[in-house]
């Protein structure tokens, strides 16, 4: 079986375990005023699972195969691939998790931005920094301000609760 395959059957199993989740154990402890809403907590959760079990089937079954890529990737080649920079931006992705509390959503998620661009190859890097601070801006606003999730702004140690 292709590699494709085998990562759709893994997402299967995912999805299937997660949709048990969220169909069977997810409801029980809900309060009773709850149980008369239209939409439950579970609800997207659901819906998601779903759409996952589709889309991993379809990929298992071969649906999307078709004809043959020229840039399909050659296994006997995978050094000559950059790997360095997925390598280090997946090091970044889980330092950006473990940092999002203590350093806060600002700086972490600007560092993020700016240091992700700068391994993909970007040279800009006043553009980038500005672009970074910005998009970093509008997404805390609308998260903080809009939806009103406390997100921690600042780093721990200058006092923001």
């Known amino acids: 079986m292709a590699l494709d395959r085998w990562i759709g059957l893994v997402l299967l199993g995912v999805c ?17 005023f709850m149980q008369r809403n239209p939409i439950w907590p ?19 079954l071969g649906f999307e195969k078709g004809e043959a890529k020229v840039g399909d990737i050659d296994y006997r080649k995978l050094w000559e691939y950059n790997l ?6 997946l090091a970044l992705m889980a330092a950006y998790a473990l ?14 931005l700016i ?4 391994i993909l190859g970007e040279r800009r890097i006043i553009l980038t920094v500005i672009i970074a601070a910005i998009a970093t801006g509008i997404v805390w606003y609308l998260v903080q301000v809009i939806l009103g999730i406390f997100l921690r702004p600042l780093p721990l ?5």
């Open 84 to 89: 360095g920079q997925a390598l280090l931006l």
């Open 16 to 32: 299937l375990i997660y949709g048990y989740a969220a169909w069977f154990t997810m409801d029980d402890s809900l309060a009773p």
């Open 157 to 161: 140690f200058l006092g923001a609760t």
């Open 42 to 60: 579970s609800t997207f959760p659901k819906v998601l699972s779903v759409l996952g079990i589709l889309a991993s089937l379809f990929i298992v």
């Open 115 to 118: 240091l992700g661009s700068v």
């Open 99 to 112: 940092l999002l509390r203590p350093a806060g959503f600002l700086l972490s998620t600007s560092g993020f």
